[in-house]
């Protein structure tokens, strides 16, 4: 943890503010409720005086939020077991919803459930965030480790005050998780992402498109698409004469197939969720995009008599490896239950008085109440608001990622890892909440083993809990 954890140092301005940093982290990674910074106060053994500091934190100007995603980029660049797939890392993403109440709380918008979750509703007020992860492990258990999460909707209006005329408007949300996707490959060179069909449009293709043109690296997309989809055959040869060439040949309704080229389909055994399944599959190359006509690797896959339709804009991938990274995918939802279960990554609780009063009821007509804050103070206060929200959440992809990394390193050499009753424990590597038990009832002794920890200036054991730094108290 240490040695993950000195990196970011440079980070900070200040000393002391990377060791409240670090006591943030560490107390995420091992609270035993979600109650904010309460519970790391409460588990860490600290001194009632550190509220109101660790609160500053996530409002303090001695810290960037870029600096601490790419600096994080680099720790698990550097110290991470990356899954990689014909030289290229393969990257997760997705969007997660959080239901907020605060009235006051800068984001927070009418947002549609589309879980067939009944104990969800259908309508929430809450936070839109698109996550990017990457996947890590080994043959034993992969793992998507979170790289950064950030709110991409109900903040254009807080975002617009920086911006001048000319500046284009916030793009979507499709839009946004290709450019976030992107920003984490030019970090590890050669990169894929998969996406649910839900990010499959043509906006989203050319935002790729456009990201390639400025830069070096390269990532491409493995999704899924819907049953209804239709692709195109590539168009015939121009024919002698006047007129313009076409973009497109016939059309293919790909649902179709399963029936009109049952005969066609190869049979497989693929490596799907921890398991050797039998597959069958059909692999095309077809246009697709209704006025872009990018060729894209469409495989037609039948699964325990489940179909699916799976879609690359690598062409070069196999039909085998489009169907076991695909298979990969929802890992990131494993991540977020246990950010959410585990660690509370999104029991934040920043509101600002700045910030008009929700209204529940607003209408599509009427302007927005953030369009009426016009003083200066006001707007600084609810972007360092935001900044507090999606600092908070930084932290909490961190400490989830080093709770990974250690389930992989350690499982193996540790079998007192498995001191708690698991109805379905796992031989190889243990889970992340496995680890935050294990830290939960062992890290002062572990502070007392390592005396040499900077972590020590603050935290101090039960007994000495009201000796703290001064100097990092009036940070």
Not at 348 to 368: D, G, V
Request: aromatic share 10%.
């Amino acid at each position: 943890m240490n040695e993950l954890l000195l990196p970011f140092r440079s980070c900070f301005s200040r000393q002391a503010t990377f060791e409240w940093f670090v006591v943030i982290v560490v107390g995420f990674m091992l609270r035993s409720d979600h109650l904010g910074v309460t519970s790391v106060i409460r588990d860490l053994s600290l001194s009632g005086r550190c509220y109101e500091t660790l609160l500053h934190f996530f409002r303090s100007s001695a810290w960037s939020l870029p600096s601490l995603r790419q600096m994080w980029l680099q720790v698990v660049r550097r110290s991470a077991p990356l899954l990689v797939i014909q030289d290229r890392v393969v990257l997760v993403g997705d969007g997660m919803k959080e239901a907020k109440e605060g009235r006051r709380m800068p984001g927070v918008k009418k947002l549609h459930q589309e879980s067939e979750n009944v104990s969800k509703g259908e309508y929430i007020f809450g936070h839109l965030f698109g996550a990017i992860g990457i996947l890590v492990g080994d043959s034993r258990k992969w793992f998507c480790l979170p790289l950064f999460m950030n709110l991409q909707d109900g903040i254009q209006t807080i975002l617009g005050w920086k911006q001048t005329d000319a500046e284009p408007e916030r793009p979507s949300h499709v839009v946004q998780m290709i450019e976030q996707g992107f920003e984490a490959a030019k970090g590890f060179g050669q990169a894929l992402l998969l996406l649910d069909r839900y990010f499959l449009s043509v906006p989203a293709l050319q935002r790729l498109q456009a990201c390639h043109s400025g830069s070096e690296a390269r990532m491409h997309l493995v999704t899924k698409a819907k049953s209804n989809v239709v692709a195109y055959e590539r168009p015939p040869a121009k024919k002698p004469g006047r007129g313009r060439p076409p973009k497109k040949g016939e059309s293919v309704k790909l649902k179709e197939l399963f029936s009109t080229r049952a005969a066609d389909f190869q049979t497989a055994i693929v490596p799907l969720y921890g398991k050797e399944e039998t597959v069958e599959f059909l692999c095309l190359d077809l246009l697709w995009g209704q006025g872009w006509y990018q060729e894209l690797r469409f495989v037609l896959v039948i699964h325990q008599g489940r179909y699916s339709i799976l879609a690359s804009t690598d062409l070069t991938l196999s039909a085998t490896d489009i169907i076991r990274l695909y298979g990969y995918r929802f890992k990131i939802e494993c991540t977020f239950r246990e950010m959410k279960q585990v660690i509370g990554a999104f029991g934040y609780r920043f509101w600002s008085k700045s910030m008009p009063k929700l209204n529940r009821f607003l209408k599509k007509e009427e302007a927005h109440p953030l369009e009426a804050v016009q003083d200066e103070q006001d707007r600084r206060r609810i972007e360092q608001t935001i900044q507090a929200i999606e600092g908070f959440v930084m932290c909490q992809c961190i400490a989830m990622g080093l709770l990974q990394l250690i389930a992989l390193r350690f499982s193996s050499r540790t079998p007192a890892l498995f001191f708690r009753y698991l109805r379905t424990p796992s031989h190889a590597v243990v889970s992340e909440a496995t680890v935050a038990a294990y830290l939960r009832k062992s890290i002062f002794r572990l502070f007392v083993q390592n005396p040499h920890l900077s972590i020590t200036k603050i935290i101090k054991s039960k007994q000495n809990t009201s000796n703290i730094d001064e100097d990092s108290l009036a940070s």
